[in-house]
């Protein structure tokens, strides 16, 4: 006879997705159970003011929201975890999940909300300067560099589209490109170099941003630092990296497809998988938009579907 506790929905994953999957399935009374993951509440935990959330007119702490969306799940009594989802087996009906404390568990439906991890240069000041400066979402934050000066690391489209998006309300912006082309498509190179307001710093890599109390400039270096002239500091606002996302995805690709970049491919625009009761939500499925109100939104879809699939299975 099996010791694993048995949980008719599992959710992995606590950022907007995630909370809001559970806040649905709790009203649908799944009893769902939401494994945290590495980073209780998502990358929202990260930023510091959000004011896109339809809901929060004066704007809301990134930590806050999220605090808020959990209590809410909490109230209609969802069981929120902390700890990891290590290890999957969809082949076994109920699944089988592996915690991190080597603690096994079935479910009968489960929620994918992992979420995707933005990419950094991997300098201290990064971390030194979250949310003082430094962003990996020019959507979420670019109102609060209106006629400033912001720098976006990167070559390929995302960074084109963040350079072009942030131009539209900062004074100027400087494109850090660290080879002597564009990776961008055609359409989003002309738009770029047609921008008055953007200039594109080609051969240039970041070695550290600096200031107080958030960030004033950049430490750039120009050709590898042929001379010492190719070392200089750039004075910056802000700091953007757009060199793309990591959907954390790894622990379920034996069993569920993925893009090239390894995103959770889901069936006809609904969160479904090709294995039925397995449902991915949020930016770990998202390559696009990235947003809390689509993550949430997704998050809302695949409880829905959830719940319509273990009905069935009654």
């Not at 990134?62 to 902390?82: K, L, Y």
């Amino acid at each position: 006879m099996s010791t694993r506790e048995h949980i008719r929905c599992v959710i992995i994953g606590s950022g907007p997705a995630g909370y809001t999957a559970a806040i649905y399935a709790s009203r649908a009374n799944l009893s769902p159970v939401v494994y945290c993951g590495m980073q209780t509440g998502g990358q929202l935990t990260q930023t510091t003011i959000v004011e896109n959330f339809p809901g929060y007119p004066e704007g809301v702490e990134g930590e806050q929201m999220m605090t808020d969306f959990r209590s809410q799940a909490e109230n209609f009594g969802a069981d929120i975890r902390d700890g990891e989802i290590v290890k999957v087996d969809f082949d076994q009906r109920p699944f089988v999940l592996t915690t991190d404390r080597n603690v096994e568990i079935e479910a009968d439906a489960v929620i994918v909300a992992t979420g995707a991890s933005a990419r950094y240069l991997g300098l201290a000041d990064e971390k030194k300067y979250s949310g003082q400066g430094v962003s990996a979402c020019a959507t979420c934050d670019g109102f609060f560099y209106r006629k400033k000066v912001v720098g976006v690391v990167g070559g390929g489209d995302t960074a084109c589209e963040e350079a072009l998006y942030l131009a539209s309300m900062a004074k100027q912006v400087y494109l850090i490109v660290r080879k002597p082309f564009l990776r961008a498509s055609e359409v989003m190179q002309r738009r770029v170099m047609n921008t008055e307001n953007i200039e594109v710093l080609f051969e240039h890599n970041t070695e550290g941003l600096y200031g107080e109390g958030g960030v004033e400039g950049a430490h750039l270096v120009k050709r590898l630092g042929e001379t010492d002239e190719s070392h200089y500091d750039l004075p910056l606002d802000g700091f953007f990296l757009a060199i793309g996302h990591t959907p954390n995805s790894k622990v379920f690709t034996k069993w569920l497809e993925t893009d090239e970049a390894g995103y959770i491919k889901t069936i006809d625009g609904t969160p479904r998988t090709k294995i039925e009761g397995v449902f991915a939500a949020g930016d770990v499925a998202d390559p696009h938009y990235r947003q809390a109100i689509t993550a949430a939104a997704s998050g809302c879809k695949a409880a829905i579907e959830a719940e319509r699939y273990l009905q069935c299975l009654a």
